[in-house]
């Protein structure tokens, strides 16, 4: 079969769906254009026609998991639109293995992430912030849930409460000591909304 005999039975979105596939069952480091040509049974230049680089696929399937996040039934009060769609980021990010890593791994300019964007600056256009506030505070909440999602997709991987334990000491770091219990990589859930309350703590 030819290249483009090959190609006419795929498409992109079906490259993008073997490679979210291929990124939950194995992970990020383990998704590659040969990879998920390998699942489809194709060669690795029927992928590329589709998506052209590794790069781009990623991107692709970045946007296809924020594409995932549900932009009806939100609250009419534009502060609790803003946090409930920041709660619906991380949980679009923590359905795949290693979401935050691939989101945050690239910048995917893509109709679904837009889509996302818009809803977001728009809530906070609406809570009264000027439009750089508003820009920016949608970044910190972005950055904030990917650096919390990743950290704790990665948890089981990175003992970071047992690294911390052996490097402090009431000595060394007083302070550091004294608020160890709350640095322990726990309480996921808690400390993202508390992140984002305090993100978007006066904005009514």
């Not at 609790?80 to 359905?95: G, W």
């Not at 948890?155 to 402090?168: K, Q, S, T």
Request: charged share 25%.
């Amino acid at each position: 079969m030819t290249n483009k005999q090959q190609s006419d039975r795929l498409d992109p979105a079906a490259v993008i769906r073997a490679g979210l596939d291929l990124l939950d069952e194995k992970g990020l480091d383990a998704v590659s254009t040969r990879a998920v040509a390998d699942r489809l049974g194709v060669r690795i230049n029927t992928v590329q026609w589709h998506v052209k680089t590794k790069a781009r696929m990623l991107e692709l399937m970045a946007d296809a998991v924020i594409g995932e996040i549900p932009l009806t039934g939100l609250p009419e009060v534009p502060a609790e639109r803003a946090r409930e769609l920041a709660r619906r980021f991380r949980r679009a990010l923590l359905s795949h293995r290693d979401g935050a890593a691939l989101v945050v791994g690239t910048y995917a300019a893509e109709p679904m992430t837009l889509a996302f964007a818009e809803s977001l600056v728009e809530a906070l256009l609406a809570c009264g912030l000027g439009d750089r506030e508003a820009a920016w505070t949608s970044w910190a909440v972005v950055y904030f849930a990917l650096g919390l999602t990743q950290e704790e997709q990665a948890v089981d991987h990175r003992p970071l409460g047992d690294v911390l334990a052996r490097a402090i000491s009431e000595a060394t770091h007083p302070a550091l000591h004294r608020v160890a219990g709350h640095l322990a990589p726990t309480s996921f859930e808690e400390r993202f909304e508390f992140g984002v309350a305090a993100l978007l703590a006066g904005r009514r």
